[in-house]
C-alpha cells in the first residue's frame, strides 16, 4: 500500500509493486539533492489525479499549475514529506518500512525484444480474452520472427490471434502472462511498446519504444503452468 520515491540526484523513480508486477517511472529532477521515501497510496493517488479513492472532492487543483518542491523531514518518531507549490503546501506523513531492490529483478538484458504497435496489441489481447473464464491460466505469448501469436486453450474453448512485430533475437519460449496485467501495462503508456523476454519463468519488461531504456517501465511476472 505505498509507492517508493527514490532520488538519484538527477531523476526521482516512482516505484509501486504488487509481487506479481512493478511499475517503475521516472522523472528528470533540477536538483541533485538525494532521498528515498515511502509514501502511501492514498496520498500517492491525491498527488497524481487530485483525488483519494475515499474522497469525491477534488483535493490538489494546484499540483499541476507548475514546479513542486519536495522536503523530507525525519525524526525519531516519524518521517513527513513537504510538497510546496503555488504557495500552497501539501505534508504526508510516510510510512517507515523497507522496500526491497527493486532493480534486482529488472533484467538488464533480453534473449528477445520486439516492438509492437500498443493498439494492435491491445486488440489482440481484448480479442483473445474475451472467450476466457475466471480460471483461466493466462493467455499463451509466443515471438517468431515476424509477429507474435497470443492464444488461449483450454478443454472447451480455444482462441488465438497474430500480432506483427518488428523482433530481434531468439524465438521466444511460450510465456504464460495474466492479460489483465499486460493490458494494464499498456493502458498506460503511448505509441509503440518495446517488449523484453528471457525464459519462459522470467519477468517480462514493457516500455514506450521511442522512450529508451530510462523510460517508464512495466515488469510482468509470467503465470505458471
Known sequence: NTVLWSSDGASVAYVATDHRRLGVARRDTATSVTFSALVPLDAAEALATGRTRSEARVLLPWISSGPIEVAVQSDSAYERLFLRSAGRVFCVRLTKASFPDYTQVIPERFTTTFVVN???????????TAVTVPESVGVLLTVRPGNIRLAYDSKTVTSANEVPVDYCGATSPTIGLDPRLVTDALSALDGDVLIGINGKEDPVVISSAESGVDANKYIIMPMRA
Open 118 to 128: 500498443r493498439r494492435a496489441l491491445l486488440g489482440a489481447i481484448r480479442d483473445v
